[in-house]
């Protein structure tokens, strides 16, 4: 790895982990929590999880786990550049959706309603929760035991209240400070993989076409240049272009700008970096209006599409009725999450059972959901 910028985190100087272990041999901190989440269940289960189209809807859609993998693809390339820690960076953005439920943004809505009256519940938060104790794998701990800098990262926005709760990596919600730049670099990533490829999977299903997309203007732009450039190129590979330069432009405009603001603020410290009153790492102001403008688009002709739209709310109501089905019994669930909620109700009565069963809903997939309430609640099928 190249040397590090003095405003990169560092391994050597990170804050730690709950439970002090003897530092490993042939790796450093950063990369052995990449390697504890790379392992761990809930992202392997991120395969059967949705992006934008349920599971069964195609082989060749995106799921959690092939996002996940493109943010950090991208995420790492500009770290690279930038002169941040890469295994860091890497660490952040393969955790940041393990807390994620099935079905999609649907599912994380639906299940948040259901907990209003136990908290709420909230997909980030379930990523720290997921790696801080809900991971059962190692003999000394529960969770992976994450080093603080990765844990900070995981947690990208949080309320008050909430931060009160989780004691140091929530500190800096309550001094209004910046999380550090890898932090901030996974978090945008996010946002350049998902828009990016919402767009090729919209295309491939159908649901929106060439000719709306080009009223888009950041869009439009990448599509005249392959049209240029490639006069006679096929349909499907013009797409597959279209969406690299979009991808590469907006790669290309975050360390431009970034670079920029990092030579204007002139930070040394990781502290001068959380300290300034904005997230240094950013998009120009051009490239963010047009994003915004492509995230508009997507949101009224993809998102809110009638196909998808149907299929969401069948997904609501597969965790709407197991969740309360649970609720009223749970009697209903496997023999050993029986035993996580009466602990949990134990320690924290009423909210305690809800935000066990909470945990076993946001941690099925897809498919393991459909299934479940088919069991639960189809008199033919068999338990």
């Known amino acids: 790895m190249a040397p590090l910028a003095p405003y990169a985190c560092s391994d050597q100087e990170s804050r730690?982990?709950?439970?002090?272990?003897?530092?490993?041999?042939?790796?450093?901190e950063f990369q052995r929590d990449r390697d504890r989440i790379l392992h761990s269940s809930a992202f392997r289960r991120l395969e059967y999880k949705t992006q934008v189209f349920i599971n069964h809807e195609g082989d060749l859609f995106r799921t959690r786990l092939t996002h996940t993998l493109e943010v950090a693809q991208i995420a790492r390339t500009i770290a690279r550049a930038l002169g941040l820690h890469e295994d860091l960076t890497e660490a952040i953005c393969l955790a940041h959706d393990l807390g994620h439920t099935p079905f999609g943004h649907a599912g994380q809505d639906q299940l948040n309603h259901c907990?209003?009256?136990?908290?709420?519940?909230?997909?980030?938060?379930q990523s720290l929760r997921v790696v801080d104790h809900l991971e059962q794998k190692y003999a000394n701990f529960d969770g992976l035991n994450l080093t603080f800098e990765t844990r900070e990262g995981i947690l990208k926005h949080c309320s008050r209240d909430n931060a009160q709760r989780l004691g140091a990596v929530g500190e800096r919600f309550l001094?209004?400070?910046?999380?550090?730049?890898?932090a901030q670099l996974a978090n945008l990533a996010d946002e350049v993989a998902y828009n990016n490829h919402d767009v090729d999977?919209?295309?491939r299903s159908g649901l929106i076409t060439i000719e709306q997309l080009l009223e888009v203007d950041y869009f439009r732009e990448r599509y005249e240049s392959v049209a240029r450039d490639h006069a006679k190129l096929e349909a499907r590979r013009q797409k597959y272009e279209v969406v690299r330069r979009m991808i590469t432009g907006h790669v290309s405009d975050i360390i431009c700008t970034t670079q920029e603001q990092l030579d204007q603020t002139k930070p040394t410290t990781l502290d001068e970096v959380k300290n300034q009153p904005k997230a240094i790492v950013r998009f120009s102001a051009t490239i963010a209006e047009q994003n915004r403008e492509?995230?508009?688009?997507?949101?009224?002709?993809?998102?809110?599409?009638?196909?998808?739209?149907r299929m969401t709310t069948k997904a609501k109501e597969v965790i709407r009725k197991q969740f309360d089905a649970y609720i009223d019994d749970p009697r209903l669930l496997p023999d050993k999450y029986q035993q996580r909620v009466r602990e949990a109700e134990e320690r924290d009565g009423t909210n305690g059972r809800a935000r066990a069963i909470a945990d076993y809903i946001a941690g099925m997939t897809d498919r393991y959901a459909i299934a479940e309430h088919r069991r639960l609640f189809d008199p033919l099928s068999t338990a």
């Open 16 to 28: 730690g982990r709950h439970h002090a272990e003897p530092s490993p041999r042939f790796r450093n």
């Open 115 to 125: 907990m209003k009256p136990y908290g709420g519940f909230e997909h980030n938060l």
């Open 175 to 182: 001094h209004a400070q910046q999380p550090s730049l890898e």
């Open 201 to 203: 999977d919209g295309l």
């Open 294 to 309: 492509l995230k508009r688009f997507l949101f009224q002709h993809l998102y809110r599409h009638y196909k998808v739209h």
